[in-house]
Structures are given as structure tokens and as C-alpha cells.
């Protein structure tokens, strides 16, 4: 019988991150300042992030060390599972293999709290009392919420207006683990008055509420910022999936043709593909990586390789990335995590460079995919995972079709447990495939600066 869950041991958890800078065949393009429009240096970021951050986001470092107390608390729910989708192949009728790395196991429910544990811990040496940030579809603050209360910090959350009333248990789920949630666009910072101002229904965004969490930081001397995804050192933290993957892949005997992840703003494909790009990039290996994103915020495969803003008041530096413009609003679908209108650079990068291909995915076909996933594997997937299953389908689908053995890995993000209303919605067919906004994206992208 083949083997349905390949399982590493405590002792095998990685005792390094891996940063795929160094492996680039092009240098990064630098962060630049608004104003001058030149490259900025570390101390800018020294407001509102802890050195030790800054120190990676800028590290040419293959390999940077995972404090002990880090890997210490990773071992609550790390090494996860690389679980062989047996029942799917077969329900495909694919000569496909297909395997999917389970980070649903973690206490709130995905790849989430790799990065904030260790953003936790190092605000934690920095002696830094408060964090400020935002979330999406709320698992992102549910594992900095829970990742905070670890170390004794407070949290501050500023949750997207449509998550908020979409996902209330993830508020409660937050609270439970200690943190403030409010509601944003709010009336409790600048950036969220000015955009009540214009839009009094303003379903917010993760543009917004990256505005908000930032000017918190910003106007506290106790507090930092922190985020959930798109820069280098939360792409970083996450390849702790994809160097586990890779021994897993190991003890199976198989190599992944391609691998596979959805993309907000890049985290859990990055952490995931990185350590198998790095096999292309220095050893020549043939792997794939596709990258998955929504229709209704397509970000790769519609927006432009520009620098631009990485939240919607303008008070990120300008990051070199694929953008649909800082103040596009996409509409509230529920993959509330992907509403994102950057990726990270390394990303885009990569992106850019052909080394990443990408694919986006209307809402109700990546629904589909996950009820057939929940039918076979009997996980339920989050809405933003989905977008991931839905590609491994239409590859396996591919494969049966050419006759061909494929061996196709995904990153399993996160579970749907509290994304019950969403399977409703599309149970009872009141799930809306909305259009490339295409007018809406042209008038944000005007207002990109010029650089
Ligand atoms: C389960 C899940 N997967 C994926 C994402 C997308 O984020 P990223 O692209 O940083 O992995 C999110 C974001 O909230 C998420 O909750």
C-alpha cells in the first residue's frame, strides 16, 4: 500500500531558514523612499520593525539560524504532515500522484504562525510591549494573536471590513488569544477617517487596514508593525514548509514535477516553492512552480511590474512589484486573503523572470475543487487554499489526458473551518464569478507614482 502521511520527527524539524536571495540570477530591486525616489537604507524601516527583522529582510545570507525558543514553540504543531492525496487521484481517475503539505495542523489553522511566532519573538528581545497589524481573511491574525500571547505581548488587530462580518468566529478566535479586533476602514486612525470619508461603505482591504496597523505603529513609541506576508523576512520564515517538504519527498522516493500554491501576497508559495527553485536555479532540477491567484484580484497575471505603494495612505516605501495599483478595492470574494493588490518581490521577481508561472481562478470552479478535496481527503480547505486545489486538479486532470506520471505537490494552507458561510453561499449557487475589474484596476494604476 502506498503511503498515505510521510512524517519527519521532532528532531528533523529545520534548524535554518532558507533565503533565496543570494540564489537570484538578478539582484533584487531596492525599496526605495517616496520622496527622493532613491534607495532606502535599514534605519527607515527601524520605526516600525525590530532590527533583528530588518537585519533578514536586507540579508545576503543563504542560511540564517532559527533561535532555539522559536523552534521550541514551531514544535507545538511542526513538522507537519506531507499527506499523500490518495482518495483524490482516485476520484480523478489520474496517474497523477498528488501530495499536499498539511500546514492546516497548526493551532489556528494554517502556514500563518511560522512567520509570526518568529516576528513574536524577536519584537520580544527588542523589548517591544504592543504589535500592530492587519488581516485579511483573519487567520493572519489569529496566529499573530496567538503567537503574541506566547511571548506576552499585546496585539492590536485592524480586520477587513468584509472578513469582519464574513468570519466573526475568527474575531472570537482572536480575542480568545488575547487581541484587539476592530472592524477597518475605523475612525480611530487617520488612514481609516480619510477613507470613510470618501467611501462611507468602504468594504475596506488589505491596502487599508496595512495603512491603519502602520500609522498605529508609527504613533506609538511601545508598538511595531508587523506583516503577515509579501516581505523578504515573512517569505523567509516560510520556507521552513518547503525544506521540510523536500525530505518528505525524499522518504517517498519521488521528485515534484511541479509544485503548487495560492498567492496573496506570496508567503506560503514562497515557503513552500523557494527551497525547490533554489534545486532549479543552482542544480539544474526541471521542477515547475505555479502560483494561484483570484480572477478578481489578479495581480501576476494582470497587473504591471511596477514600483508602487504597498498599502493604500502611502506610507510603505515603494516596493518593485506586480501591482493592480494601491487603492484598487477588489471585490469581497470570499478568499479574503487574497485580496491583495501587490506580491512580495521576490515574487515578482521570479515572476517576472519566467522561473514562476501563474494561473488565475474565477471563485466558483475553485469551490468546486474543494468540495471534490473535502469529499475525497476530507479536510475542508479555506477559501484561499482552494485557489491551489483547483490547478493541482486541472494538472492532474492534464496528466490524464497526456497518459503521463506527474507528481504534483501543493501547499495545503489552511483549513475552512470558520469559512462555513462561504461553502453555504456556493452550496446554495449565490456565489458571483466576478469580472477582471479591468476599468477599476486602470484608474488605480494611475495614480502609481512615476519612478
Ligand atoms: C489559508 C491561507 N492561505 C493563503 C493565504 C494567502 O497569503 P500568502 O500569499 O501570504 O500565503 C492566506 C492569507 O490570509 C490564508 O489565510
Redesign the pocket.
Known amino acids: 500500500m502506498a503511503p498515505r502521511k510521510i512524517l519527519l520527527q521532532e528532531r528533523d524539524l529545520p534548524t535554518h531558514w532558507y533565503n533565496i536571495t543570494p540564489d537570484l540570477p538578478r539582484p533584487l530591486d531596492p525599496p526605495l523612499n517616496p520622496a527622493t525616489k532613491q534607495p532606502i537604507g535599514p534605519e527607515a524601516l527601524a520605526p516600525i520593525f525590530p532590527m533583528e527583522l530588518i537585519k533578514q529582510e536586507v540579508s545576503a545570507e543563504r542560511l540564517i539560524e532559527i533561535p532555539d525558543e522559536v523552534r521550541e514553540k514551531y514544535l507545538l504543531y511542526r513538522p507537519t504532515p506531507l499527506q499523500r492525496a490518495l482518495a483524490l487521484e482516485k476520484a480523478l481517475d489520474t496517474p497523477a500522484h498528488i501530495y499536499y503539505k498539511n500546514e492546516s495542523v497548526s493551532p489556528p489553522g ?3 504562525p511560522n512567520t509570526a511566532i518568529a516576528q513574536a519573538y524577536y519584537n520580544k528581545m527588542q523589548g517591544v510591549k504592543r504589535i500592530a497589524t492587519e488581516t ?2 483573519g ?2 491574525g489569529s496566529a499573530l494573536a496567538m503567537a503574541c500571547n506566547m511571548f506576552g505581548l499585546e496585539c492590536t488587530v485592524y480586520m477587513v471590513k468584509v472578513s469582519y462580518h464574513q468570519k466573526p468566529y475568527r474575531r472570537s478566535l482572536m480575542e480568545i488569544w488575547g487581541a484587539k479586533v476592530f472592524s477597518s476602514p475605523t475612525d480611530l486612525t487617520n488612514a481609516g477617517r480619510a477613507v470613510l470619508k470618501e467611501h462611507p461603505d468602504s468594504l475596506g482591504s488589505l491596502g487599508i487596514a496595512i495603512s491603519e496597523a502602520i500609522e498605529d505603529a508609527a504613533t506609538h513609541d511601545d508598538t511595531k508593525y508587523s506583516l ?2 509579501v516581505l523578504n523576512h515573512v517569505l523567509l520564515h516560510q520556507t521552513i514548509v518547503g525544506q521540510e517538504t523536500k525530505k518528505q519527498m525524499e522518504m517517498a522516493g519521488e521528485y515534484p514535477d511541479v509544485v503548487i500554491g ?8 514562497g515557503g513552500f516553492s523557494f527551497p525547490f527553485i533554489a534545486d532549479r536555479l543552482t542544480k539544474g532540477a526541471k521542477v515547475r512552480a505555479v502560483a494561484v491567484e483570484p480572477e478578481a484580484c489578479p495581480t501576476l497575471t494582470k497587473g504591471k511590474y511596477i514600483y508602487d505603494f504597498g498599502d493604500t495612505a502611502q506610507q510603505t516605501p515603494l516596493l518593485k512589484m506586480y501591482t493592480l495599483g494601491h487603492d484598487f478595492v477588489p471585490p469581497g470574494i470570499h478568499a ?3 485580496r491583495y493588490h501587490g506580491d512580495a518581490p521576490l515574487l515578482c521577481s521570479l515572476y517576472d523572470q519566467g522561473i514562476v508561472e501563474a494561473v488565475a481562478c474565477h471563485q466558483n470552479p475553485v469551490f468546486e475543487a474543494a468540495m471534490l478535496f473535502a469529499r475525497t481527503e476530507g479536510i475542508i480547505p ?1 477559501p ?2 482552494a485557489h491551489a486545489i483547483r490547478v493541482v486538479v486541472d494538472e492532474a486532470l492534464e496528466a490524464k489526458k497526456a497518459g503521463e506520471k506527474r507528481v504534483i505537490a501543493f501547499n495545503f ?2 483549513h475552512g473551518h470558520f469559512d462555513l458561510a462561504a461553502y453555504d453561499a456556493y452550496l446554495a449557487g449565490q456565489l458571483e464569478d466576478y469580472e477582471y475589474p479591468k476599468e477599476e484596476i486602470e484608474r488605480s494604476l494611475a495614480k502609481v507614482p512615476k519612478v
Open positions: 494554517s502556514h500563518k485579511g481573511a487567520q493572519w503577515g506576508s495560492c498567492v496573496g501576497g506570496g508567503s506560503n508559495f479574503g486573503g487574497l479555506a484561499e487554499t494552507s489552511g
